[in-house]
């Protein structure tokens, strides 16, 4: 006689690893309260990243027929199932980042659907970071505060960033004690000529790492290039206009010459 009074589904694993493009193997267990069932559906699920998306179906199982994979997985999800143990096996190939998510499986017997009908689990898809990008927030003029922005687009698990500064004379430094440097943004404040220099950003898994580099010069305000475009090309339209008034002058002037000279010698 059996003790079980309720359907139990469990994964023994709570998370999966594999590096991207490579093959995973998730694992299900299930304990029936009855063994004399006639029907039974089993399915893998992938749940949504975000609230609102659809729950994504992976690979179904009906008892004494044949095993359905879903179209966004043909190809690369096979599914087994044995029935002598109730363990699920789901192998996924060629794993990509959208993979990166917990999966569901879950297990429907009529007349036994109380219990644990349902487990998760979820699978870390390892990716290496890709080359950050460094960047610059606001204008480097003395006296102001600026961020240096560090960025990954690719990463799994998330990288950790961290800054690292040297001279104009490519000594390294530290920061100064107000700086604030946080999630890959380093924020300098009050800045100087002396903040000028060389800043480097690595971005770090446990999977590897990639860096970028940033060469800050801070200026004085006055050397704006805007302001100090405006007033030379204010300066040089001046002179143009005061060479054309005296080109004219100039002009006029020959012009009455020449009358004057041709006016004597006809007399």
Request: net charge negative.
């Given at each position: 006689m059996c003790s079980i009074w309720a359907l139990e589904v469990s994964i023994?694993?709570?998370?999966?690893?594999?590096?991207?493009?490579?093959d995973v193997t998730m694992t299900c267990s299930f304990t029936p309260a009855r063994t004399d069932f006639t029907f039974l559906i089993l399915k893998w699920e992938a749940l949504p990243l975000v609230d609102?998306?659809?729950v994504k179906p992976v690979a179904t199982y009906f008892l004494n027929s044949q095993t359905d994979i879903a179209p966004g997985y043909e190809g690369r999800a096979t599914l087994s199932v044995d029935m002598a143990t109730y363990e699920s096996a789901l192998r996924l190939t060629n794993v990509a980042m959208t993979d990166?998510?917990?999966f569901q499986c879950s297990v429907t017997i009529p007349n036994d659907d109380e219990g644990i009908t349902a487990?998760?689990?979820t699978l870390l898809v390892l990716v290496a970071p890709s080359k950050p990008v460094c960047r610059m927030q606001g204008n480097a003029?003395?006296?102001?505060?600026?961020?240096l922005t560090c960025m990954s687009q690719e990463g799994s698990p998330t990288p950790i960033y961290a800054w690292q500064s040297y001279s104009v004379q490519n000594i390294p430094r530290r920061f100064p004690a107000k700086t604030?440097?946080?999630?890959?943004?380093?924020?300098?404040?009050?800045?100087?000529?002396?903040t000028s220099g060389f800043f480097i950003c690595t971005s770090t898994n446990r999977i590897g790492s990639a860096s970028c580099n940033f060469t800050l010069s801070v200026v004085p305000s006055s050397m704006n290039i805007g302001a100090t475009a405006g007033i030379i090309g204010g300066i040089l339209a001046g002179i143009l206009i005061l060479a054309i008034i005296v080109y004219c002058c100039c002009r006029r002037k020959n012009t009455k010459d020449d009358y004057e000279q041709g006016r004597l010698g006809s007399m």
């Open positions: 023994p694993n709570k998370e999966y690893e594999a590096a991207r493009g490579g609102n998306e659809p990166n998510r917990s487990a998760a689990t003029e003395y006296w102001n505060n600026i961020s604030n440097e946080k999630d890959g943004v380093l924020s300098l404040y009050n800045i100087s000529m002396e």
